[in-house]
């Protein structure tokens, strides 16, 4: 039998559950809500909420702050442990106020005070449910090849743990890791399983973006500020306000932009371009690296104080060949969702396939493996995924004999053998080389200092007929 979470009612009334111990406030809500096309559950008091929750499917719950015994923050307790997902509005007296901002703080989606607009309240839940709509839908079928039911490797299933406990709090974490080892996805789910779930993540990837837009992308500027701001534009960093801004590639921000930054970590308030007033903004602040600031500190390239304000909770994600007992459940489900994606039949991943993807040294990680299984999946023949179909992507014929996890030189051969043959392939055009391999361009450029690579005489004489 199916938990009241796994349970989807499709073309059918949304349900809300409604709590207060006051009878007339029951049945106003009772009627707005009908009213409004909603299913209506109600109880008297949180324990009869609760066994509500237990045994019925809920979408969103309205319950009164003050109530005899157990009062709204309990339930709120509750309900977080019974359906961590589940939507939650307070209803408060003008004088309990403060409490139901401390609710919404611990988890509780918003507050109404009482006595309540009926046109406001059903504008409040239409927005909360459109939200969790786009929650549970949005990129659904690669957010679950990360299933914690599933994930064998004891490195990441400790990395889940920190990032279900570090999500409860509003602590500005930095995440560590190589490029493309999954560290937005993380930053998704601290988002995700924290209180500001339903309010918007704001993803800004500091090195794709042009030194000099990055100001006006973050900051955002008024009419006029300069020639070409023709109209005033809200900044990112405002666009996140009440949810979660994700500062990927902190470590490519130049350190003009690092002062600016941290005069808004400090005072939570930012001015646009041209502007003369300050706004105050409340988001949640996640910054990640694949470079070693430290290093970069130490350099001159990177501010120490914004470095401490940035790591107030750190998260390292580990390397894939770190986590080989993942790669076939990783494998599977990316397969799984490509073949729906693109629409084709549902491919068979032979047993061999499977040992080649363990034992391959992925120097890109999660991104290269994905990528792989895409092209892999697309031209694979008979709906069976062989071996010999991932080397269409420009991937290595490695015997596994040549990768032996006992000897870590075997791996750092193969993987700067991996990028030489990404190279060759790709002329020596250290662009293409990485898109072949699924990394970013400082990526390989970090790997190819690192191996000593002359990527120049690939690409003088680099075999272009591949």
Request: net charge neutral.
């Amino acid at each position: 039998m199916n938990s009241p979470e796994e349970v989807k009612i499709s073309g059918s009334q949304q349900s809300i559950l409604v709590v207060d111990d006051d009878r007339h406030v029951l049945e106003v809500l009772e009627a707005r809500l009908s009213s409004g096309g909603f299913q209506v559950l109600k109880a008297a008091g949180a324990p009869e909420a609760l066994k509500i929750i237990k045994t019925q499917h809920v979408d969103l719950l309205i319950s009164d702050m003050k109530m005899p015994g157990m009062g709204g923050m309990g339930l709120l307790t509750e309900v977080r442990s019974l359906r961590p997902g589940l939507p939650l509005i307070f209803l408060t007296a003008y004088g309990t106020i403060p409490d139901a901002v401390r609710a919404v703080k611990a988890g509780a989606v918003d507050y109404l005070a009482k006595p309540f607009d009926g046109r406001e309240l059903l504008k409040k839940i239409h927005k909360i449910l459109e939200g969790v709509s786009l929650h549970l839908t949005s990129d659904k079928e690669f957010d679950r090849i990360q299933d914690l039911d599933k994930v064998k490797s004891p490195v990441m299933r400790e990395l889940y743990d920190l990032i279900e406990r570090v999500a409860a709090s509003d602590v500005n974490v930095l995440i560590l890791g190589e490029s493309g080892v999954g560290k937005e996805h993380a930053a998704s789910l601290i988002h995700q399983m924290g209180p500001r779930q339903y309010q918007p993540l704001v993803v800004v990837d500091c090195s794709a973006t042009p030194e000099g837009l990055l100001e006006s992308e973050l900051f955002g500027h008024v009419k006029g500020s300069f020639t070409h701001a023709i109209r005033d534009k809200k900044g990112l960093i405002e666009t996140a306000d009440g949810g979660t801004l994700f500062l990927d590639e902190i470590g490519n921000v130049s350190l003009e932009m690092q002062t600016r930054l941290l005069r808004f970590l400090e005072n939570r308030k930012i001015r646009r371009i041209g502007a003369v007033r300050e706004t105050a903004i409340d988001c949640r602040i996640i910054a990640a690296t694949n470079t070693d600031l430290l290093k970069d500190i130490k350099a001159g390239r990177f501010r120490e104080d914004l470095y401490y304000r940035l790591r107030v909770f750190t998260l390292k994600i580990p390397l894939l060949r770190e986590r080989k007992e993942d790669i076939p459940f990783l494998s599977q489900n990316f397969v799984e969702a490509f073949c729906k994606s693109h629409k084709v039949p549902m491919v068979k991943i032979l047993p061999e396939t499977v040992k080649w993807l363990c034992d391959y040294p992925w120097p890109g990680n999660v991104r290269e493996l994905k990528n792989a299984l895409e092209v892999a999946v697309v031209l694979c023949k008979d709906d069976v995924l062989r071996p010999s179909d991932l080397r269409i992507t420009g991937l290595p014929d490695l015997p596994s004999t040549a990768l032996s996890e006992s000897e870590p030189f075997s791996l750092q051969e193969s993987e700067r053998n991996t990028i030489i043959r990404a190279l060759k392939q790709a002329g020596g055009v250290q662009k293409s080389a990485a898109k072949l391999l699924g990394i970013s361009r400082r990526a390989i450029h970090y790997k190819i200092k690192k191996f000593d690579i002359d990527s120049s005489a690939l690409r003088h004489n680099g075999d272009r007929s591949h």
